[in-house]
């Protein structure tokens, strides 16, 4: 069982937002800023498309946004495209022994 | 061009060993955390190990403490993966990344396969 809780899928029309959520503690998700999301095709390496909870890597359309409330850590895609289907993993610090978690990823289809 | 190439994988019998390799180029190397993560086949990715830039802390999770030894070799641009004492639930994609507030860069993976 994933230390961070997500949904297993989402989906959306093209053009319309969606919004993952990442839920966590405080000892992890809703401690640190060292929250950050992954985008993976299937038979591919995962992509970095957040870090810090909110910031894009270069390159990273705008369309992606991150933010967090409390525990949870939440990814908006906003305008939806066909190559948006993928997987989305979260991933953060944490303070237990382990030092690092990832969520059980959410598989994002695009109607 | 920055990149990450893993390489070692392939089919051990359970109770046996491997390691894996992970050779970077087109960065400073020693300036970065690398991490080991590994995917289940159908499964969801799994944080596996890191070590510091300098090799002198590294951390594991609990289903691979004491089994799985993370190291680097500055001098060689390489970050490894003793994996002993390996099971079925081993079984997985292995892919090394480096650690620069996020994951950023990945390697392509490669495969270990636990079975008798």
């Known amino acids: 069982q994933s230390a961070l809780t997500q949904p297993a899928s989402v989906s959306g029309s093209p053009g319309q937002s969606i919004t993952i959520s990442c839920t966590g503690t405080?000892?992890?998700?809703?401690?640190?800023?060292?929250v950050s999301w992954y985008q993976q095709h299937p038979g591919k390496a995962p992509k970095l498309m957040i870090y810090?909870?909110?910031d894009r890597p270069s390159g990273v359309p705008d369309r992606f946004s991150g933010s967090r409330s409390g525990n949870t850590a939440s990814l908006t895609i906003s305008g939806l495209q066909a190559e948006d289907e993928a997987d989305y993993y979260c991933?953060?610090?944490?303070?237990?022994?382990?030092?690092?978690?990832f969520g059980g990823g959410t598989k994002l289809t695009v109607l | 061009e920055v990149q990450l190439v893993e390489s070692g994988g392939g089919v051990v019998q359970p109770g046996g060993s491997l390691r894996l390799s992970c050779a970077a180029s087109?960065?400073?190397?020693?300036?970065?955390?690398m991490h080991w993560v590994r995917q289940g086949p159908g499964k969801g990715l799994e944080w596996v190990s890191l070590?510091?830039?300098?090799?002198?802390?590294?951390y594991s999770a609990d289903s691979v403490k004491g089994r799985f030894i993370i190291s680097r070799d500055n001098s060689k641009n390489s970050l490894y993966l003793q994996m002993n004492s390996l099971t079925t639930e081993d079984t997985a994609v292995y892919f090394c990344?480096?650690?620069?507030?996020?994951?950023?860069?990945w390697g392509t993976g490669t495969t270990v396969t636990v079975s008798s």
């Open positions: 087109g960065f400073s190397f020693d300036d970065y955390v």
């Open positions: 810090a909870v909110s």
């Open positions: 990344a480096r650690d620069s507030y996020g994951l950023d860069v």
């Open positions: 070590i510091s830039g300098d090799g002198s802390d590294t």
């Open positions: 991933s953060s610090f944490t303070i237990s022994s382990t030092l690092w978690v």
């Open positions: 405080s000892s992890d998700v809703g401690g640190y800023n060292y």
